[in-house]
């Protein structure tokens, strides 16, 4: 999971979830997805996922897509800023079918938060 820190400008990587928040949310479910990397290949550019009770959320960006996971996080951002929940975000990328630009994998789950964050960075 790559972070590099954001120094305002529209056109920076986004920085990751602190520590603490990867480290202290329990079970979460998870869809991972793939489009193109920032070397122009296509594989995972991370996993959107959400709390069992459905009041968190976000986007972990795989380390090879930190450019077009970024702006994975600022979409997931943006529909934040505009009243949606993270239960909506989730089920709106759930149902979906993106020709072409993305592949939606099925959802899953994960034990912790910080276990899908290492799942994210192996994939």
Do not use: K, N
Request: contains cysteine; charged residues 25%.
């Amino acid at each position: 999971m790559g972070t590099l820190a954001l120094d305002g400008s529209p056109l920076s990587i986004v920085p990751g979830p602190s520590a603490v928040e990867v480290r202290s949310e329990g079970p979460v479910r998870y869809l991972v997805i793939s489009g193109r990397q920032d070397d122009g290949l296509w594989g995972p550019l991370g996993a959107l996922w959400r709390s069992e009770d459905a009041e968190r959320g976000g986007f972990l960006v795989h380390p090879w897509a930190l450019w077009e996971g970024s702006e994975m996080v600022r979409c997931y951002r943006s529909a934040r800023a505009h009243g949606w929940t993270p239960e909506e975000i989730y089920r709106y990328w759930q149902r979906e079918v993106w020709p072409g630009g993305y592949v939606v994998d099925e959802e899953r789950t994960a034990a912790s938060l910080m276990l899908l964050a290492e799942l994210v960075a192996a994939l």
